[in-house]
């Protein structure tokens, strides 16, 4: 019997590929959202750097999806001295584990929230302002 699917030819997203659905992803945020997040940057990687995962205690790099790296805006003063741009990292490989896992979301849906989430974070917005964002995104 015949495969449907020719699997050596099939591969798991690569980074660049995780660039192009994030970048899809931030393009359905709405505008007003977008536009207060400065020149905040969004970097895919496949893992948490060691360093990161021992200062938040995370023993294993698949239980760290995303993670916003910089001073909120919440905590942000015009007196701050300037320095390296406010981040958001999306993890591929812990994404992936996370989407094979869970079988009832699209990748693009779940690199949304985890995007959604740590641009959150960006604001110091609550888990529920998170989750009221998220859910006016268009998908």
Known sequence: ???KTDWK???APTLADFEIIAAAAWER???EFREV???LVIRIEDFGLDEVLDELGIESPFDLMGLYQGVSLDKKSVLDVPREPDMVFLYRRAILDYWTESGEETLGEIITHVLV???G???GFSD???EEIES???H
Do not use: K, L
């Open 37 to 39: 997040c400065g020149d």
């Open 29 to 31: 945020i709405q505008p």
């Open 9 to 11: 030819n099939v591969a």
């Open 121 to 123: 974070h960006h604001f």
């Open 128 to 130: 529920a302002d998170m």
């Open 117 to 119: 989430h740590e641009i």
């Open 1 to 3: 019997m015949a495969s």
């Open 136 to 138: 006016e995104v268009t």
